[in-house]
């Protein structure tokens, strides 16, 4: 029987960020990921970074070492329609609104600050048959080291960070928006000047984020029409997104497209008895505005400080109640927030045409609300770091 205060189920970024805010804690942490370190390390999906993220990585320490390329102006405009937005860093004093890095990316420079502290971390190790008891969690580990296969964790709190939610579950509330993503690295004739876009069409938003030298794509559509785009040749769907941005940023060649379905999934109580979940074990939302792994590292350092500031047993309902209950707002701002800008807009309605094109303009003519925008994306629902 391993004894652990603390068994943080996935060793992607998210679970890693939670064992390295509490490195110096005292808690016995162990850290169990199904995946080979390798494939953690390779996925190549963008993450766009919040400031707040930025700040939370710093207090870390390991955001000196993360090849990160900052956005530092976004234009927001919709197709065939008035009105159009920017947010800019300078207005903010800030180096930059955002930044963009790839999972794999993050997830190695967290994994070799955490080797540092001596945590043990199981890779190829799934985690099953959770049994909850008053005291702990009991959850079986076959892994690929003959000493884990067939033993036993006995944690007195889980904090499941892999995976995504699956439909169908109790206590998940789940919306098909009913349009794919299709990701790719888009290259461009000239410097992106850390200019992202964000292009708002009746078929879904597409986004361009500097990454290194050239864009990370999202483009939604619908899976028809996402069929239809994966269809292309290259320089044929090229010329498909030259026509959805116009003259104000120039296309060189695309790569690397893949597609993946986009739903609103989210426990409506991330807490169970001596469990907690999160990232995309919590909540999966739609990559418009790209607000998910902010929000994950928002609720991972939150969870660490209320576990510093309760010291003692970890696992306790009280403790687990004091940090939902911190996080509610955020959360739920977040969820709906988004889930707000996709129905607003991702349809071809006349009328809420016209209104978006009004909602843009002003948003550009109304210091006030922009900036309460801005800080919205930088730092949650509070608007505060």
Sequence with gaps: MV???LLIVGAGPVGLSLALALKDSGLAIALADA????AVAADPRALA???GTRLTLERLGVWHDLPATPIRHIHISQQGGLGRTRLEADEYGLPALG??????ALADVLREALERTGITVMDETEVAGLATGSDAVTASLAGSGSTLHGAAANARLVACAEGGLQAGTPDIVERDYGQHAIIADVGIAGGHDETAFERFTSEGPIALLPHGHQYALVHVASPRRATELLALS??????HLQHRFGSRVHLAHVAGRQRYPLVLRYRRDPVGQRTVWLGNAAQTLHP???QGFNLALR?????ASTLLDFRGDPGLAGTLAAWRDARRLDRFGAINFTDSLVRIFSNDF????HARGAALFALDMLPPLRHFIARRMMFGARAWP
Aim: net charge negative; charged share 25%.
């Design 299 to 303: 609720d991972v350092w939150a969870l």
């Design 288 to 290: 418009v505005a790209g």
């Design 99 to 104: 930044y963009v890095v790839r999972a794999g």
């Design 49 to 51: 970074l919040a400031h």
């Design 35 to 38: 995946r080979p370190r390798d």
């Design 234 to 239: 290259d320089a044929a769907y090229l010329e």
């Design 3 to 5: 004894q652990h205060d």
């Design 350 to 353: 006349a009328p809420l045409h």
